[in-house]
């Protein structure tokens, strides 16, 4: 008996032809949802470029033939930059691309899905996130406001800023006016600096005037870009900071819901692409642009002092605890970040650290 003989005599046949319809109407089906960024328009890394939101958008459209299609828009073209969050909350868009950290006034414990002051670096925020219960974190802290969030990129270590002055010991922090954002705003605070809160394109100006004394932005392209370097000569570094910074995707619970898991599939593959792909483009853009601030524009680039940096850590730790005992999700999420840093921070030691030099400095 021929199979469609046998499956019309037993009902089979319809009963297969009912399983397969939603099965093939679901592969049919197209989506057409928007994207807000919190950096502005032109931004290489935070909206154009290899691995930024824009790629992104470009990625999935095809890796899915065009039935899923993100129209992506900079800060100020359909919403201001950092109301992102409430925008995706409210369905007002499906996606926003910003960092966690600029949400802490809603929910302090996002500030540790950016990047932790004396925190891992790229490699081992990677491991956590993706092997070590990160990600399933950040989805549990975002739960209860109907979202939930992936990494889609990282700018490595950003530099700790440009200085006026030479930074020598503590003690010169004290009534410094500086740029930072994030927990190593409040380090810095407990030092005695006045802790500036200025938008990218507004940093430049003020450092020139002497608005504030030193600034941090990213590190020597972002920063480079901004002309930063014809307003201060001192570029510090060890990155104690942002060992990391992590691009946050915002998407909407019920419309990640709405997808059929082949897209689902297909974003969680564009915003891994584009988390290695941006990080490996501002290797490779710092590597070149730190080698022309300092050849070409006199910059003075050195570590801060070791006793600064000691200084540094105390006070980092202080202020982490301090966030940890106000907020019982912010406690659960730093023991389970700490706890997988003290675990690869023995592999990275053994590993990486005598690595380095060998590799760079023979």
Request: proline residues 6%.
């Amino acid at each position: 008996m021929k199979r469609r003989d046998f499956l019309a005599g037993t009902g089979l046949a319809a009963a297969a032809g009912t399983l397969a319809a939603p099965g093939i109407a679901r592969a049919q089906e197209t989506f057409s949802w928007k994207m807000t960024n919190a950096y502005g328009p032109g931004s290489p890394y935070y909206v154009e470029g290899p691995g930024s939101p824009t790629d992104f958008c470009k990625k999935v459209a095809a890796m899915s033939d065009g039935r899923l299609t993100i129209q992506h828009f900079a800060a100020g073209e359909l919403i201001p930059a950092l109301e992102g969050f409430d925008a995706v909350q409210n369905g007002i868009v499906e996606m926003n691309a910003a960092n966690a950290y600029f949400w802490a006034g809603k929910l302090p414990a996002a500030q540790y899905f950016t990047t932790v002051p004396f925190g891992m670096d790229v490699k081992g925020t990677n491991a956590w996130l993706y092997h070590g219960g990160g990600i399933d974190l950040w989805h549990e802290l975002y739960e209860p406001l109907g979202m939930l969030a992936f990494p889609m990129g990282n700018t490595g270590v950003q530099m700790t800023g440009w200085f006026s002055k030479e930074i020598n010991s503590v003690e010169d922090f004290s009534g410094l006016k500086m740029r930072i954002p994030g927990l190593a705003g409040k380090v810095y605070a407990k030092l005695g600096v006045n802790v500036q809160l200025l938008p990218g394109g507004e940093i430049f100006p003020a450092l020139e005037r002497g608005v504030i004394d030193a600034a941090e932005f990213v590190g020597p392209y972002q920063d480079r870009r901004l002309g930063l370097q014809k307003a201060a000569k001192y570029y510090y570094t060890t990155g104690w900071h942002e060992p990391n910074n992590v691009t946050e995707l915002l998407i909407g619970k019920a419309a990640w819901d709405s997808l059929p898991a082949d897209l689902q599939e297909i974003v969680k593959t564009a915003a891994f692409a584009c988390n290695v792909e941006s990080n490996a483009w501002c290797d490779a853009t710092n590597a070149e642009a730190m080698k022309d601030l300092v050849d070409n524009f006199d910059v003075i680039a050195k570590p801060l002092p070791d006793d600064v940096v000691a200084k540094l850590r105390e006070v980092t730790q202080e202020v982490l605890k301090e966030g940890a005992a106000a907020d019982p999700k912010t406690r659960k999420i730093h023991d389970a970040y700490m706890a997988f840093k003290d675990q690869y921070g023995g592999w990275a030691t053994t590993a990486d650290e005598p690595l380095l030099p060998v590799l760079y400095k023979a």
